[in-house]
């Protein structure tokens, strides 16, 4: 019988060889270790071989998946024929209205850089010497509201113009006056509009306040400038110009003056209803019959021709709008003032169908 000794039944382990054609494929997820032989019952021990370093080196790690999160827009298909391509008016709709920027190089006559609105502006203003924010705001700005308020406030930090807040005329419904905002040139406005040419010729620019008690009246004759213009444009009239009552008055009365002192044994009368003539205006009761505002103009085939307008209120008297309207002047009155008239102008159906509603 051979001698066998205890050593002779212990398995050494075997190290295995690799061989590429014989590897099985990796799944993602699945363990290393079973690529090492074991047998039955015997523990699975630990693979330090220099295969298994050198694929822990190579073997990427394995990815996490985390989902993110969907929101219920993602959720909804997209159709892109659903969503129609923005048109160019569609885009310039979007973006309203542009403000046009200030040039970069100063005017050479004032120092400064005015935009369009801002000329314009000016130029009203300048014509009828008081405006009413709200007025400039809807003709000139088309309700754009906060760039009017720049413009002002620019204009104003370079005395240009002046801003006023005055009381309305009591309705007698009322117990506190109602006051509203209205812009007058300064000096140094009037000056630059003379330097820089804006002001059409023959017209005459004013500035400052003048008898705050008739602003509300006389900030409304821009109102009744703004109808007759319209069609004056439209029936071709060019180059137009507003003439005041106290300009047209000056220059008669000093033709009065002048036709009185070259025929001084002539009747006054006379040389009065002659000067009116002179000026195409009436005399009633011994006085010239003038107008709050003459607007003249060339008309396309030559010539000049001119509209007078009458802004009337609720202090009118009967015989007071009669005369103005017998002397072919245009009529204008605010709703507020033509439900405040006097009985005797309600009564005068033939008077009220002449008054236009600004």
Not at 160 to 167: A, D, G, Q, S
Not at 196 to 207: C, D, F, H, K, T
Request: aromatic share 6%; net charge neutral; no cysteine.
């Amino acid at each position: 019988m051979d001698n066998h000794r205890p050593g002779d039944y212990i398995r050494e382990p075997v190290e295995p060889t690799f061989d590429p054609a014989h590897e099985p494929a990796h799944h993602p997820g699945g363990s290393d270790r079973s690529r090492v032989p074991r047998e039955p019952g015997v523990s699975e021990p630990r693979d330090t071989s220099a295969f298994a370093t050198i694929r822990r080196l190579i073997v990427p790690a394995k990815k996490v998946f985390l989902p993110k999160r969907r929101t219920r827009a993602q959720d909804q298909p997209i159709h892109e024929e659903s969503v129609p391509a923005p048109t160019p008016e569609l885009r310039e709709r979007q973006r309203g209205p542009r403000r046009r920027r200030r040039g970069q190089e100063p005017s050479p006559t004032s120092g400064l850089s005015i935009r369009p609105e801002e000329s314009r502006l000016l130029v009203e203003v300048g014509k009828f010497r008081i405006i009413a924010v709200g007025d400039l705001e809807k003709e000139i700005y088309h309700g754009n509201h906060h760039q009017l308020r720049q413009d002002l406030e620019f204009l104003k930090q370079h005395d240009l113009i002046e801003r006023h807040f005055l009381n309305l005329r009591r309705d007698g419904q009322s117990a506190d006056a109602r006051r509203f905002e209205a812009i007058t040139l300064t000096k140094a406005g009037k000056e630059m509009l003379v330097a820089m040419e804006l002001i059409a010729e023959g017209q005459r620019v004013y500035s400052g306040l003048v008898k705050p008690r008739e602003a509300e009246h006389d900030a409304q004759l821009f109102r009744a400038y703004l109808k007759e213009a319209q069609q004056i444009g439209r029936a071709g009239g060019t180059n137009l110009r507003v003439r005041l009552d106290f300009e047209l008055k000056a220059k008669m009365n000093r033709a009065l003056h002048q036709a009185r002192q070259a025929e001084s044994d002539r009747d006054p009368k006379e040389i009065k209803v002659e000067v009116a003539r002179l000026f195409d205006l009436q005399v009633q009761n011994d006085r010239f019959v003038v107008p709050d505002a003459r607007l003249e103009y060339d008309l396309p085939g030559g010539g000049s021709a001119h509209l007078d307008i009458e802004v009337a209120t609720a202090a009118y008297r009967h015989g007071h709008l009669a005369a103005k309207a017998k002397a072919g002047f245009k009529l204008y009155i605010s709703d507020g003032d033509a439900g405040r008239l006097g009985a005797a102008v309600d009564d005068d159906h033939d008077l009220m169908s002449e008054i236009l509603s600004l």
